[in-house]
């Protein structure tokens, strides 16, 4: 080989190394950055793979390469900012993603109360629920550009889930009414504030072939493909 056709072959190698690299920056920047945000639910608890199963990750797969959807899902957390965790902790990092959508399903934590989940005290301050969530509406809505924001009414507590315990019974029995009270505060929100509302509730309700079995709870690996879906109809 020639030193005219080494340096040739060179300076080929490297033009192609960076004009892929400009056209996948190019692609990365015209993606459309999805965000979801929520709790347990949201992050795939009771998955063997929550990166692969997960209701985001299936969004993934059913939106396509267009689009970029990160899951900001942290198990426990909840809509009030008195909760522990709450999703208030994480708003700087939804934020700082820049999402061109935000997909917000939260409101199962927020029904725990004391004899219910422990000693957690959720449900003696539901009278913060619509405010903190229309605060955290108004906090996303300062992005530049806005998002397009869609909230969501939290998926069911399925009582008729094989294995459940008098225990776990009597506590979704108690949170289950609660669960609606948040879902008619989510619906009017979406209202007032012209939000996409997306019912992942009545769907599911009452189908505990999609719920994971001593939970009634966390879905099933079926049951996260189920939300998936009903979200993807939504947006689409």
Known sequence: MTM???FTKVAMFLLTFFLTSF????VKKN?????????????????????????PAQLQLLLGKKYQVENFGVGGSTLLRKGKPTVWTQLPKIMAAHPDIVIISLGTNDTCGMGTCGDRKCWEYKDEFSG??????????????????WVCAPSPMVLETPGLDENRINGLTARKPRLQEIISEVKKLAEEKELGFIDLNTPLDHKPELFTEKDGVHPNQAGYKAIAELVYQRIK
Request: contains cysteine.
């Open 4 to 6: 005219h056709s080494y």
């Open 23 to 26: 056209s996948n920056e190019e």
């Open 31 to 55: 993606l459309v950055k999805v965000a979801c945000v929520g709790d347990s639910i949201t992050f795939g608890a009771r998955l063997n793979n929550p990166d692969q199963h997960s209701y």
């Open 132 to 149: 903190d969530y229309s605060d955290l509406i108004d906090s996303l809505r300062t992005l530049s550009p806005k998002p397009e924001i």
